[in-house]
Nanobody, 123 residues
Framework: VQLQASGGGLVQAGDSLRLSCAAS????????MGWFRQAPGKEREFVAS????????YYADSVKGRCTISRDNVQNTVLLQMNGLKPEDAAVYYC?????????????????WGQGTQVTVSS
């Protein structure tokens, strides 16, 4: 599966942003999906993930209550709705896929990665 992330941009603190990840391939519905982010000078970290059927989701504590991950297995997309953005949310956001049904929170669990989309939050 190939992944293409989009939707990043420059926003002000408190604004909302919706990131989208488009996946190619007919077996998308069998992949659990995740979003990770990497800020300058920091390691890439987990943000959110969703099981292949969309039933189970996980969130990092830093975004819990402000972000929602969802997926459309017909359109082969995964969305990350981010509300109440903070300057510390600024990073390059990556979507990732793993060929199992259950979602994971560790980078090493994911086999396929998109190219990333930049989110910048001004205070």
């Amino acid at each position: 599966v190939q992944l293409q992330a989009s939707g990043g941009g420059l926003v002000q603190a408190g604004d909302s942003l919706r990131l989208s990840c488009a996946a190619s391939g007919r077996s998308f519905r069998t992949y659990a999906m995740g979003w990770f982010r990497q800020a300058p000078g920091k390691e890439r970290e987990f943000v959110a993930s969703i099981s292949s059927g969309g039933v189970t989701t996980y969130y990092a504590d830093s975004v819990k209550g402000r972000c929602t991950i969802s997926r459309d297995n017909v359109q082969n997309t995964v969305l990350l709705q981010m509300n109440g953005l903070k300057p510390e949310d600024a990073a390059v956001y990556y979507c990732a896929a793993r060929n199992v049904w259950f979602a994971g929170t560790l980078q090493g669990e994911y086999d396929h990665w998109g190219q990333g989309t930049q989110v910048t939050v001004s205070s």
